[in-house]
């Protein structure tokens, strides 16, 4: 079970990779939270990517035979991701907090295409876990 979607470089393709990633992940889980989490996730890295990032951007997800969800979210951009410390009263810089509080592991790597004009762009990526999953 494998989706994957290429998204201009724009916050209003937040959810369109949202409705994409739910309709995948609903026919492939019955599990509700884990459901839920993933698209929360999910939203936070293709904003990251979008706001931060150099298209392309791409979201490729799969669900293994044993439960465990992976969503990897790419684009253009070597630049490394770090969670933040935002202030309380800072409006974001929490999505990598959400990723790392929520996920069963998470990361980031080079990416493992080089674009036209040369470039290596990153790959961040989480996983989860269903209840049920080995």
């Known amino acids: 079970m494998h989706l994957i979607a290429e998204l ?8 369109r990779a ?7 992940l609903r026919s492939w889980s019955s599990d509700e939270d884990a ?3 993933a698209l ?6 293709v904003t990251n990517a979008v706001r931060h990032g150099r298209p ?3 979201v490729h997800a799969q ?3 044993d439960g465990v969800v992976r969503v990897e979210v790419d684009d253009a951009s070597g630049a490394p991701v ?3 410390d935002p202030d309380v009263e800072d409006v974001g810089g929490r999505g990598l907090q959400l990723v790392e509080m929520l996920s069963s592991a998470w990361g980031s790597r080079l990416a493992d295409t080089r674009h036209d004009d040369g470039r290596t ?4 990526w989480f996983e989860l876990r269903s209840p049920g999953a080995a």
């Not at 470089?9 to 937040?14: H, I, K, L, M």
């Not at 929360?40 to 890295?45: N, V």
């Open 82 to 84: 770090r969670p933040q």
């Open 56 to 58: 392309p951007v791409h």
């Open 18 to 24: 949202r409705h994409l990633l739910e309709e995948a």
């Open 8 to 15: 201009e470089a724009d916050a209003s393709e937040v959810p």
């Open 121 to 124: 762009g990153k790959c961040v």
């Open 40 to 45: 929360l996730l999910a939203s936070e890295l």
């Open 63 to 65: 669900m293994s035979q």
């Open 35 to 37: 459901v839920d989490t």
